[in-house]
């Protein structure tokens, strides 16, 4: 497509329910990457997936939180057990190779993830 | 422990003046720097890059400076105008106690007003 996509765009789900976030990069684009921003903080790196390399997981925050790649296109980050700390916004990003760096990331419009 | 820190979490300035967002880092294993503009509701994107052997890229209205010595980068946007007011995201990238090379660690934004 000729952006990144994102679904839903909004979610609100009840503690202790698990969600799936879903993204679809560009096309062609090998990196993705997903962050998240909750309220009044930065961008908050969560997993990162390059090609068919193991996914860098370094960023995530517990073990109720997993994603997955389908080769190089659709991703799905699950929250199992969903928290009122993981209400956030949820970015997905994806970039031509690992770098992204004269062009950056190119960014979706983000899940907004409310945990009641 | 923040690594990318931008102090200012607001700014407001008259149109036609100058902008100079802000940006200090505490690794110095840092070799590329980005910022990134948000608007409500939509995903960042990509503004302008700096590798770190450069202290200056310029971009239209846009520059950025980059002061290794004192761990510091500057955005600023010459002239302002109104649709520059969005919130301005500090990203830098290296290898950085154990993450991967591929993804952008993000300061907290500072948001822009620019007034007519």
């Known amino acids: 497509g000729a952006g990144v996509s994102q679904s839903p765009s909004n979610k609100v789900t009840e503690k202790g329910k698990d969600v799936e976030l879903r993204c679809d990069p560009i096309s062609g684009h090998t990196a993705l990457y997903w962050y998240r921003q909750r309220l009044g903080q930065g961008l908050e790196f969560l997993i990162y997936?390059?090609?068919?390399?193991?996914?860098?997981k370094s960023g995530l925050p517990s073990d109720r939180f997993s994603a997955e790649r389908t080769g190089e296109s659709v991703s799905t980050l699950t929250i199992q057990r969903t928290q009122q700390e993981d209400s956030a916004v949820y970015l997905c990003?994806?970039?031509?190779?690992?770098?992204?760096?004269?062009?950056?990331?190119?960014f979706g419009s983000g899940t907004r993830l409310t945990v009641v | 422990d923040q690594q990318v820190k931008q102090n200012s979490p607001s700014l407001s300035v008259q149109e036609g003046r100058i902008s100079i967002l802000n940006c200090d880092y505490t690794?110095?294993?840092?070799?590329?720097f980005l910022w990134y503009k948000k608007y409500p509701a939509e995903g960042p994107t990509f503004l302008i890059s700096?590798?770190?052997?450069?202290d200056k890229n310029e971009d239209g209205r846009f520059t950025v400076f980059l002061n290794k010595s004192a761990k510091h980068l500057s955005l600023h946007i010459v002239p302002s105008q109104p649709g520059d007011s969005a919130v301005y995201f500090c990203a830098a990238r290296g290898r950085v106690y154990g993450g991967s090379q591929g993804n952008l660690i993000f300061g907290k934004g500072t948001k822009l007003s620019v007034k007519p």
């Open positions: 690794n110095s294993m840092f070799d590329y």
């Open positions: 700096i590798s770190s052997i450069k």
């Open positions: 990003a994806s970039s031509l190779g690992g770098q992204g760096l004269n062009h950056g990331y190119t």
């Open positions: 997936f390059q090609g068919n390399s193991a996914p860098d």
